[in-house]
């Protein structure tokens, strides 16, 4: 795998809710896979990641 520039990454980073947070659309880009696949691989390997690692936006944040 390559190496991602960090000019790549620190222009998908967002604050929200007080947290720096990369969308999962900007992930899947970054790692050129699928946003779906990207999902599936977190939910399948749920119990590696902290707790607070993801949060779903309501709608006022989505817009």
Avoid: H, W
Wanted: glycine share 4%; hydrophobic share 45%.
């Amino acid at each position: 795998m390559a190496i991602i520039p960090d000019e790549r990454i620190i222009g998908k980073i967002y604050s929200i809710r007080g947290e720096k947070v990369i969308f999962d659309t900007d992930l899947a880009l970054l790692y050129g896979v699928e946003t779906k696949v990207l999902n599936q691989a977190v939910k399948r390997n749920i119990k590696r990641f902290p707790e607070d690692f993801m949060f779903q936006l309501n709608k006022k944040e989505a817009d």
